[in-house]
């Protein structure tokens, strides 16, 4: 295909997201009317058809032709941005990864499909071979890989019927060497059996935690792909509270939520309505797997016993305040126990660690052995005072208090 001149019709294409429906439609933004013109200027035969970022690359279209925002022509585009220093346009399709003339597509619509708010670079979309991607992936959300998904999509890919320009693309994320999946893995399992190259968007990672956030927060898959079973969301919270645990990667609250309660990790992983009792379940776990019996406490690592901490104080410890007249006082009732923390105060709190549950834990025990035993002493003091009573009415001799 010769290279586009400012009298080449090409130029004056309108782009897809003027012609077309956009990235919301059935069809490729602008596919039907786009491949109208192009019949109609000999550009392909009847019968054929064009894919916007094959006709980019190809005819020299100006970067960012094909974004489903860009209402404007090509020539438009070719006036707003400056040409390259050599003059040259690129006369032949280059989009494998290895060639250094390879030219890139910029776009940012995977990230606004999924309302991701991540320090991320601009993507570029490549082809490239799934031997170059990481087989073992530590992003992969799922509990276990669909094996019969994989082999269904590998088929349609062996046929020649898989469309591998289908948005969303699958992403990659790009850390030093590695290549590592952030949204796709099925679809690139499939690929790499067939030893078919792929189509993906792909990010630059300034740390390897951002393929797993962004494997965490691929949302989209209730539209597309293989919905998320029970288990793998279970998996997909696990994975979230240790990067909240580990603190490698700045993640922002969500609106409303000024820290990291159950709900607010609900609300941030877009979990269902009662989401929220799921994500308390399992931190409620998490904080009895740490943890430890009282008989352990102050041992060494090496398990030597020889120093230990303070027991919690008995009954015998707890020292009595409150003088004799307000005890026997019937105006002044013994004080009301009080109940322990609720799961759903514990949820709200969000930050206490098992060692924060324990010391409340001694602090109800201690506050409930303080109630019973005033209570136990008032019931003692009033049958010693009725006695006494009694020996006055009968002239018996009192006695002094035992």
């Given amino acids: 295909m010769e290279a586009p001149i400012l009298e080449n019709d090409s130029l004056f294409l309108e782009s897809p997201g003027a012609l077309g429906e956009g990235i919301l439609g059935n069809n490729p933004p602008g596919q039907t009317k786009l491949e109208g013109q192009l019949k109609q200027?000999?550009?392909?035969?009847?019968?054929?058809?064009?894919?916007?970022?094959?006709?980019e690359a190809s005819m020299g279209l100006?970067?960012?032709?094909?974004?489903?925002?860009?209402?404007?022509?090509?020539?438009?585009?070719?006036?707003?941005?400056?040409?390259?220093a050599t003059g040259e346009k690129p006369s032949e399709i280059c989009l494998t990864p290895?060639?250094?003339?390879?030219?890139?597509?910029?776009?940012?619509?995977?990230?606004?499909?999924?309302?991701?708010?991540?320090?991320?670079?601009?993507?570029?979309?490549?082809?490239?071979?799934?031997?170059?991607?990481?087989?073992?992936?530590?992003?992969?959300?799922?509990?276990?890989?669909?094996?019969?998904?994989?082999?269904?999509?590998?088929?349609?890919?062996?046929?020649?019927?898989?469309?591998?320009?289908?948005?969303?693309?699958?992403?990659?994320?790009?850390?030093?060497?590695?290549?590592?999946?952030?949204?796709?893995h099925h679809r690139i399992e499939a690929a790499r059996k067939v030893g078919a190259d792929i189509f993906c968007e792909i990010f630059t990672a300034t740390q390897i935690e951002d393929a797993l956030l962004y494997s965490i927060r691929a949302i989209e898959n209730s539209n597309h792909g293989l919905p998320l079973r029970p288990k793998d969301q279970r998996k997909r919270i696990v994975m979230f509270l240790d990067l909240l645990d580990?603190?490698?990667?700045?993640?922002?609250?969500?609106?409303?939520?000024?820290?990291?309660?159950?709900?607010?990790?609900?609300?941030?992983?877009?979990?269902?309505?009662?989401?929220?009792?799921?994500?308390?379940?399992?931190?409620?776990?998490?904080l009895k797997t740490t943890e430890e019996p009282w008989e352990n406490w102050g041992?060494?690592?090496?398990?030597?016993?020889?120093?230990?901490?303070?027991?919690?104080?008995?009954?015998?410890?707890?020292?009595?305040?409150?003088?004799?007249?307000?005890?026997?006082?019937?105006?002044t009732p013994p004080p009301p126990e009080e109940p322990p923390l609720t799961?759903?105060?514990?949820?709200?709190?969000?930050?206490?660690?098992?060692?924060?549950?324990?010391?409340?834990?001694?602090?109800?025990?201690?506050?409930?052995?303080?109630?019973k035993h005033l209570v136990q002493l008032r019931e003692a003091i009033?049958?010693?005072e009725i006695r006494r009573l009694e020996q006055i009415s009968k002239g018996i001799p009192l006695t002094l208090y035992s």
């Fill in 343 to 371: 799961d759903e105060e514990r949820e709200e709190l969000g930050l206490l660690t098992s060692l924060d549950q324990r010391v409340l834990s001694v602090i109800n025990t201690i506050k409930t052995l303080e109630n």
């Fill in 98 to 184: 290895e060639s250094p003339n390879s030219r890139s597509i910029e776009s940012s619509i995977t990230t606004k499909q999924l309302g991701i708010t991540l320090p991320l670079s601009i993507p570029k979309r490549l082809w490239i071979s799934p031997r170059e991607i990481e087989e073992v992936s530590f992003t992969q959300i799922r509990h276990a890989v669909d094996a019969e998904a994989i082999a269904r999509y590998a088929e349609l890919m062996r046929d020649n019927l898989w469309d591998f320009n289908r948005e969303p693309l699958p992403v990659l994320f790009r850390h030093e060497n590695r290549y590592l999946v952030g949204d796709g």
């Fill in 299 to 331: 041992t060494t690592p090496d398990n030597d016993t020889t120093e230990t901490t303070t027991p919690p104080p008995s009954i015998a410890t707890v020292e009595i305040t409150t003088s004799l007249p307000t005890i026997l006082s019937t105006d």
């Fill in 382 to 384: 009033e049958n010693e």
């Fill in 41 to 55: 200027n000999g550009s392909i035969a009847p019968g054929e058809v064009s894919n916007p970022e094959f006709l």
């Fill in 246 to 286: 580990e603190g490698k990667i700045a993640i922002d609250l969500p609106d409303g939520y000024d820290l990291w309660s159950s709900r607010a990790i609900a609300a941030y992983l877009k979990l269902p309505e009662s989401g929220y009792r799921t994500v308390a379940s399992i931190r409620k776990e998490r």
């Fill in 62 to 84: 100006p970067v960012g032709w094909t974004d489903p925002r860009e209402t404007a022509t090509a020539t438009e585009l070719d006036q707003a941005i400056a040409p390259p």
